[in-house]
T-cell receptor
Framework: GAVVSQHPSRVICKSGTSVKIECRSL??????MFWYRQFPKQSLMLMAT?????????EQGVEKDKFLINHASLTLSTLTVTSAHPEDSSFYIC??????????????FGPGTRLLVL | GENVEQHPSTLSVQEGDSAVIKCTYS??????FPWYKQELGKRPQLIID?????GEKKDQRIAVTLNKTAKHFSLHITETQPEDSAVYFC????????????FGKGTKLTVNP
């Protein structure tokens, strides 16, 4: 149980285009999903918290108009990198929290999406 | 906000030896402390977690200890094997609060055969 998928796993795009990344909880419902960015040999940096049916909460310094998040259902959250530039190239990882007995358990991570903007 | 410090940044041990990674946190409201293992290019995988009402938890070769007073927690891996080589991240969050995970900077563990 607690499987999170992410699509695509890898994407190369031209500067100025937009890229959509999907995050799905496959065998559980996730009211909350998180989006992280990870640079090579660095830790995970939280970008935003995505709540089903409401607006995402962005961390300080993360542009909400640049990184659009939609959490349309209890199993799907999407991150759209708009007008991508080379500096947006990174490893993007989502996670979802599994709720058990009224308590939110830990976060389970998707496999990540490697974005390269040329 | 919460700040998590992790040491050491790199750790090299011989197969069969023990490895210890330590983390400190700043927010006394934090009550949940997971540890993740991340292999190169892969997703972080939860290996063990501990809540603030427990001082120690063990799962086979892996154990975690928590000192709430000192605000630090540690990961202990015994009888290390080459497949334990990876980057390990500690994290802290407030269950029932924002529940955001704040990660340490990671420890690259190398187990030499």
């Amino acid at each position: 149980g607690a499987v999170v998928s992410q699509h695509p796993s890898r994407v190369i795009c031209k500067s100025g285009t937009s890229v959509k990344i999907e995050c799905r909880s496959l065998d559980f419902q996730a009211t909350t999903m998180f989006w992280y960015r990870q640079f090579p040999k660095q830790s995970l940096m939280l970008m935003a918290t995505s709540n089903e049916g409401s607006k995402a909460t962005y961390e300080q310094g993360v542009e909400k108009d640049k990184f659009l998040i939609n959490h349309a259902s209890l199993t799907l959250s999407t991150l759209t990198v708009t007008s991508a530039h080379p500096e947006d190239s990174s490893f993007y990882i989502c996670s979802a929290t599994l709720t058990s007995g009224g308590l939110r358990e830990t976060q389970y991570f998707g496999p990540g999406t490697r974005l390269l903007v040329l | 906000g919460e700040n998590v410090e992790q040491h050491p940044s790199t750790l090299s041990v011989q197969e069969g030896d023990s490895a210890v990674i330590k983390c400190t946190y700043s927010d006394s409201a934090s009550n949940y402390f997971p540890w993740y293992k991340q292999e190169l290019g892969k997703r972080p995988q939860l290996i063990i977690d501990i809540r603030s009402n427990v001082g120690e938890k063990k799962d086979q070769r892996i154990a975690v200890t928590l000192n709430k007073t000192a605000k630090h927690f540690s990961l202990h891996i015994t009888e290390t094997q080459p497949e334990d080589s990876a980057v390990y991240f500690c994290a802290a969050s407030t269950q029932g609060g924002s529940e955001k995970l704040v990660f340490g900077k990671g420890t690259k563990l190398t187990v030499n055969p």
